[in-house]
């Protein structure tokens, strides 16, 4: 058996491809057939407007021809009417009523015409031809007249075709032709015209129409221009010269003449449009292809002059119309084209199967084997290239399949192993929040008693300085393990994504006021100079997170204090308007130990210091900065720390805050000092914390009970009316989240606000605790003033 080798295949192929030059031929002569086609549709299409032109270049040449001849005979030139109008009515008949009257202008403007006149006046026309005394007519605003007569100033044997007007006397349109009337000193005396009455223009534009416009179809519409640009002939009837009437009755001029409405071509609001009479007035012939404004259908507008008249006359054909015949033409060959081209595709296809079966088979087999199909069948009974390729590929393909079984054996194991270690990390996740969560509530609620404590102590009047001093350093020792707890777990928010601005009106006045109380003992001790200013362009009150603001403006102001052992801590406060709002910028100077240049890298690093001296002779976590860092971002700006080893220090944040309304802060002081009434159930479990919440509630002027547990604090409610519940999370027996479920479950509890007391200052147990039904959050260690205000709050009515 012969093999027929691939190659000779491809020839035969390519054999038959062959013929696409002879298609690239046949679609070359259809374009260049139809494009002369449309040009010979186009071209006939002008001479027949141009025969049209021609038409009525005829027409008026010889009305023009009679009225210069008439304007020469010696009983015109004499400027008798009454003498020449015998003639002139003559003329007339003989004419077969071609003129509807002729018209004698004078050079005053005055006119005489053979259908009439004022017998007082010397027949001239009057507004009232039966007063001796009425005022006379004018026909100095005719452009005929203007044309022989008024603008002659070379006294030129001119003849003229006037635009289209509507007669002073008859009141209705007609076309003047008129010529000059010379006297035998060739001094231009006065005008005759010839009034062409409007049935004479319809008259020619039917035979237009029968000669020309039947070559078309009825779609094709005719237009006739003057040569100042109005219509005389158009499809719309409302655009060609009519009377102006309002409200039934005629609108007159000035001196008694009715007012005609003319438009204009080159003064339509089509742009176009516009266009097209410009080049009509100009006396062009040619032809423009524009949109229909009512159906948006292309159209071609064919334009030719009058010369005699300065008229043009324009044709409007669809061009679906025009090129009708073109279009038959171009389907005709371009269906002998498909036919062809059918044919050709058909034998393509064919041997495409034909000598292509093969390689598209492996194809499909490689597509299978890439989406992980190994048992695609291939046509391999071949005895060509072709059957050889099928063979390797099933080759190839059993190659991969072993091979691709021992990699998805590999990453099931390395996948089961990155599962097993992703739980172990969220575990992890899990165990270390729980451990802040447990923490912090077990760090808090032993420092509530003792910040508690010692809080009431302070305000124990009876006190030695030694003692009042001993207790102060106990309360700042105290409140220094308490930053420490709320750094730990601010730095875990922070990472977590659970830190939420709240957002408040506040004095920047009562913010520093509150930072220097704070700060000034501090700085005060150690001999150093506090120094504060705020620039002018800083709001007197701004709009941002308080809390956090200050957090971040004392920390930085305390490490300033802390590394410095003499001289002074500045800061210094300045704004920039941005759009609607503020940026201000703080910046804290001092005159320090500084901080060496390779430490500053890492300086914003959580768990970081300078180095470990200082760690040993100042103390501190190194978490402060970070948070600063976090906490800045949050508030919408950046921070910033500058150093010179011994020389100092300058750290500098800004945030981007709203301009805020100002508050009188002032009042309330009296308020803050007075006594509350009411009575008060608290559930808490440590005998310590009760102590020092029972104290505080007391000196406040409230009536405290004290309920060990839930189940207790539900009793207590039983038995007793009360006007808030002081609510600890965990508890014996009964928790407070689940006595606060119990609790609003009750109607006769339904508005009894409860406050929650915890050392749970997490997101996720501040957000369990109202989800419970509380109403309020107070995080332990309490401080009095703090506990005053959530009572104020919550009893209004009775501070």
């Given at each position: 058996?012969?093999?027929?080798?691939?190659?000779?295949?491809?020839?035969?192929?390519?054999?038959?491809?062959?013929?696409?030059?002879?298609?690239?031929?046949?679609?070359?002569?259809?374009?260049?057939?139809?494009?002369?086609?449309?040009?010979?549709?186009?071209?006939?299409?002008?001479?027949?407007?141009?025969?049209?032109?021609?038409?009525?270049?005829?027409?008026?040449?010889?009305?023009?021809?009679?009225?210069?001849?008439?304007?020469?005979?010696?009983?015109?030139?004499?400027?008798?009417?009454?003498?020449?109008r015998p003639f002139l009515i003559d003329e007339k008949?003989?004419?077969?009523?071609?003129?509807?009257?002729?018209?004698?202008?004078?050079?005053?403007?005055?006119?005489?015409?053979?259908?009439?006149?004022?017998?007082?006046?010397?027949?001239?026309?009057?507004?009232?031809?039966?007063?001796?005394?009425?005022?006379?007519?004018?026909?100095?605003?005719?452009?005929?007249?203007?044309?022989?007569?008024?603008?002659?100033?070379?006294?030129?044997?001119?003849?003229?075709?006037?635009?289209?007007?509507?007669?002073?006397?008859?009141?209705?349109?007609?076309?003047?032709?008129?010529?000059?009337?010379?006297?035998?000193?060739?001094?231009?005396?006065?005008?005759?015209?010839?009034?062409?009455?409007?049935?004479?223009?319809?008259?020619?534009?039917?035979?237009?129409?029968?000669?020309?416009?039947?070559?078309?179809?009825?779609?094709?519409?005719?237009?006739?221009?003057?040569?100042?640009?109005?219509?005389?002939?158009?499809?719309?009837?409302?655009?060609?010269?009519?009377?102006?009437?309002?409200?039934?009755?005629?609108?007159?001029?000035?001196?008694?003449?009715?007012?005609?409405?003319?438009?204009?071509?080159?003064?339509?609001?089509?742009?176009?449009?516009?266009?097209?009479?410009?080049?009509?007035?100009?006396?062009?012939?040619?032809?423009?292809?524009?949109?229909?404004?009512?159906?948006?259908?292309?159209?071609?507008?064919?334009?030719?002059?009058?010369?005699?008249?300065?008229?043009?006359?324009?044709?409007?054909?669809?061009?679906?119309?025009?090129?009708?015949?073109?279009?038959?033409?171009?389907?005709?060959?371009?269906?002998?084209?498909?036919?062809?081209l059918i044919l050709v595709i058909a034998l393509a296809?064919?041997?495409?199967?034909?000598?292509?079966?093969?390689?598209?088979?492996?194809?499909?087999?490689?597509?299978?084997?890439?989406?992980?199909?190994?048992?695609?069948?291939?046509?391999?009974?071949?005895?060509?290239?072709?059957?050889?390729?099928?063979?390797?590929?099933?080759?190839?393909?059993?190659?991969?399949?072993?091979?691709?079984?021992?990699?998805?054996?590999?990453?099931?194991?390395?996948?089961?192993?990155?599962?097993?270690?992703?739980?172990?990390?969220?575990?992890?996740?899990?165990?270390?929040?729980?451990?802040?969560?447990?923490?912090?509530?077990?760090?808090?609620?032993?420092?509530?008693?003792?910040?508690?404590?010692?809080?009431?102590?302070?305000?124990?009047?009876?006190?030695?300085?030694?003692?009042?001093?001993?207790?102060?350093?106990?309360?700042?020792?105290?409140?220094?393990?308490?930053?420490?707890?709320?750094?730990?777990?601010?730095?875990?928010?922070?990472?977590?994504?659970?830190?939420?601005?709240?957002?408040?009106?506040?004095?920047?006045?009562?913010?520093?006021?509150?930072?220097?109380?704070?700060?000034?003992?501090?700085?005060?001790?150690?001999?150093?100079?506090?120094?504060?200013?705020?620039?002018?362009?800083?709001?007197?009150?701004?709009?941002?997170?308080?809390?956090?603001?200050?957090?971040?403006?004392?920390?930085?102001?305390?490490?300033?204090?802390?590394?410095?052992?003499?001289?002074?801590?500045?800061?210094?406060?300045?704004?920039?308007?941005?759009?609607?709002?503020?940026?201000?910028?703080?910046?804290?100077?001092?005159?320090?130990?500084?901080?060496?240049?390779?430490?500053?890298?890492?300086?914003?690093?959580?768990?970081?210091?300078?180095?470990?001296?200082?760690?040993?002779?100042?103390?501190?976590?190194?978490?402060?900065?970070?948070?600063?860092?976090?906490?800045?971002?949050?508030?919408?700006?950046?921070?910033?720390?500058?150093?010179?080893?011994?020389?100092?220090?300058?750290?500098?944040?800004?945030?981007?805050?709203?301009?805020?309304?100002?508050?009188?802060?002032?009042?309330?002081?009296?308020?803050?000092?007075?006594?509350?009434?009411?009575?008060?159930?608290?559930?808490?479990?440590?005998?310590?914390?009760?102590?020092?919440?029972?104290?505080?509630?007391?000196?406040?002027?409230?009536?405290?009970?004290?309920?060990?547990?839930?189940?207790?604090?539900?009793?207590?409610?039983?038995?007793?009316?009360?006007?808030?519940?002081?609510?600890?999370?965990?508890?014996?027996?009964?928790?407070?989240?689940?006595?606060?479920?119990?609790?609003?479950?009750?109607?006769?509890?339904?508005?009894?606000?409860?406050?929650?007391?915890?050392?749970?200052?997490?997101?996720?147990?501040?957000?369990?605790?109202?989800?419970?039904?509380?109403?309020?959050?107070?995080?332990?260690?309490?401080?009095?003033?703090?506990?005053?205000?959530?009572?104020?709050?919550?009893?209004?009515?009775?501070?």
């Open positions: 058996m012969v093999r027929m080798r691939l190659k000779v295949r491809l020839a035969a192929v390519l054999l038959v491809t062959s013929l696409l030059p002879l298609l690239v031929v046949f679609v070359l002569s259809v374009t260049h057939s139809t494009e002369q086609s449309r040009s010979l549709s186009i071209q006939g299409t002008l001479a027949q407007v141009s025969n049209a032109a021609a038409l009525f270049e005829r027409y008026f040449s010889n009305r023009k021809a009679e009225i210069a001849l008439m304007a020469r005979d010696p009983r015109v030139q004499s400027m008798d009417f009454v003498t020449m008949n003989r004419q077969n009523n071609v003129y509807e009257k002729f018209i004698v202008g004078t050079k005053d403007g005055s006119f005489h015409n053979t259908e009439g006149g004022n017998p007082h006046q010397q027949m001239k026309r009057t507004f009232d031809d039966t007063q001796p005394f009425s005022v006379q007519k004018t026909i100095k605003k005719r452009d005929y007249w203007r044309t022989t007569v008024g603008d002659n100033v070379g006294n030129r044997a001119i003849t003229f075709v006037s635009d289209p007007m509507i007669s002073y006397t008859t009141g209705v349109r007609q076309i003047v032709v008129s010529a000059s009337i010379l006297n035998d000193k060739k001094k231009v005396v006065g005008l005759l015209g010839g009034s062409i009455p409007w049935r004479e223009i319809d008259r020619l534009v039917s035979r237009v129409q029968n000669k020309v416009m039947t070559l078309f179809s009825e779609d094709a519409r005719l237009m006739l221009v003057s040569h100042y640009g109005y219509y005389m002939y158009h499809w719309d009837p409302t655009k060609v010269i009519q009377l102006k009437k309002q409200n039934d009755t005629w609108v007159l001029n000035e001196i008694g003449e009715k007012v005609s409405v003319r438009l204009k071509i080159n003064e339509e609001k089509n742009e176009a449009v516009r266009a097209l009479g410009v080049k009509m007035l100009a006396g062009h012939t040619g032809f423009t292809e524009l949109k229909d404004a009512d159906t948006d259908q292309l159209q071609h507008v064919f334009f030719a002059p009058i010369p005699s008249t300065g008229y043009s006359i324009a044709v409007v054909v669809p061009n679906h119309v025009m090129f009708e015949p073109v279009e038959s033409l171009k389907q005709l060959l371009w269906g002998t084209f498909v036919v062809v296809v064919k041997l495409t199967v034909h000598f292509y079966a093969p390689i598209h088979s492996l194809t499909k087999a490689a597509k299978a084997l890439s989406n992980g199909d190994f048992t695609y069948k291939i046509m391999s009974h071949r005895k060509d290239e072709l059957g050889e390729l099928s063979q390797a590929f099933v080759k190839m393909r059993g190659q991969v399949y072993v091979r691709e079984s021992e990699l998805e054996k590999h990453v099931k194991e390395r996948t089961q192993a990155l599962e097993h270690a992703t739980d172990q990390a969220q575990h992890a996740v899990q165990v270390k929040s729980r451990f802040l969560a447990n923490m912090s509530h077990e760090i808090r609620t032993p420092l509530n008693g003792l910040l508690g404590m010692l809080e009431l102590l302070q305000l124990q009047s009876k006190l030695d300085a030694e003692q009042a001093k001993l207790i102060t350093m106990g309360a700042s020792a105290g409140q220094h393990l308490l930053s420490l707890v709320n750094d730990i777990l601010d730095i875990s928010k922070l990472e977590e994504g659970q830190v939420e601005l709240v957002i408040e009106d506040f004095l920047v006045s009562e913010l520093l006021d509150d930072v220097l109380v704070m700060l000034q003992p501090l700085a005060t001790r150690k001999s150093l100079e506090l120094i504060v200013h705020c620039d002018d362009a800083v709001p007197t009150a701004i709009k941002t997170d308080k809390v956090r603001l200050k957090q971040v403006l004392v920390n930085l102001m305390s490490n300033a204090i802390k590394f410095t052992s003499r001289g002074s801590v500045k800061v210094i406060i300045s704004a920039r308007p941005e759009q609607q709002q503020h940026r201000v910028f703080f910046n804290v100077i001092d005159t320090g130990i500084g901080i060496k240049a390779a430490q500053l890298e890492n300086i914003f690093l959580p768990f970081q210091q300078a180095d470990d001296s200082t760690t040993r002779e100042y103390g501190g976590t190194g978490l402060g900065l970070s948070i600063c860092r976090e906490l800045a971002t949050l508030l919408g700006g950046t921070i910033e720390i500058s150093s010179e080893y011994t020389e100092g220090t300058h750290a500098t944040f800004d945030i981007l805050v709203f301009e805020g309304d100002a508050k009188d802060e002032s009042i309330g002081l009296a308020e803050a000092q007075s006594l509350l009434t009411g009575k008060v159930l608290v559930a808490e479990d440590n005998p310590i914390n009760q102590m020092v919440i029972s104290a505080m509630l007391n000196k406040l002027g409230m009536d405290v009970t004290i309920a060990d547990d839930g189940v207790l604090a539900l009793e207590e409610l039983s038995l007793a009316s009360y006007d808030v519940v002081l609510m600890d999370m965990h508890m014996p027996n009964m928790d407070g989240v689940e006595a606060t479920k119990q609790i609003r479950r009750d109607a006769r509890w339904g508005n009894l606000p409860i406050i929650a007391t915890t050392a749970n200052v997490l997101p996720q147990d501040i957000a369990l605790c109202f989800s419970a039904g509380m109403d309020d959050h107070l995080a332990k260690p309490l401080q009095m003033a703090q506990l005053r205000r959530a009572l104020v709050r919550w009893l209004p009515n009775k501070a």
